[in-house]
Nanobody, 128 residues
Framework: VQLQASGGGLVQAGGSLRLSCAASGRTFSNYAMGWFRQHPGKEREFVAA????????YYADSVKGRFTISGDNAKNTVYLQMNSLKPEDTAVYYCAAQGRMYPSASYYYQDGIKYDYWGQGTQVTVSS
């Protein structure tokens, strides 16, 4: 199983970026995929997740209203549209996938331990 993340880069504050994560090796259409990020010297934190079979989405409070997670079942790909970017959004962004179904409570999607597969990170840098 491979998760290939792409779309990171350098953008000015207020700008937008769209991250993509393509999954190969198995389908995750019945489970969930998510995005996490890690700031330099800090622990990885949850950003957003989508539950494929119900289209439920979950967001960290820090990105609500600015970021949108979506998915394309046919392409086995999840996207993270990031608008109104702030310097504090600067981080390495990782996509991840769960290998089993969980209840709908947000806890199950905000905890990185619940994810079985991880992609390589993609750097997002927001300049002020």
């Amino acid at each position: 199983v491979q998760l290939q993340a792409s779309g990171g880069g350098l953008v000015q504050a207020g700008g937008s970026l769209r991250l993509s994560c393509a999954a190969s090796g198995r389908t995750f259409s019945n489970y969930a995929m998510g995005w996490f990020r890690q700031h330099p010297g800090k622990e990885r934190e949850f950003v957003a997740a989508i539950r494929w079979n119900s289209d439920l989405t979950y967001y960290a409070d820090s990105v609500k209203g600015r970021f949108t997670i979506s998915g394309d079942n046919a392409k086995n790909t999840v996207y993270l549209q990031m608008n109104s970017l702030k310097p504090e959004d600067t981080a390495v962004y990782y996509c991840a996938a769960q290998g089993r179904m969980y209840p709908s409570a947000s806890y199950y999607y905000q905890d990185g331990i619940k994810y079985d597969y991880w992609g390589q990170g993609t750097q997002v840098t927001v300049s002020s």
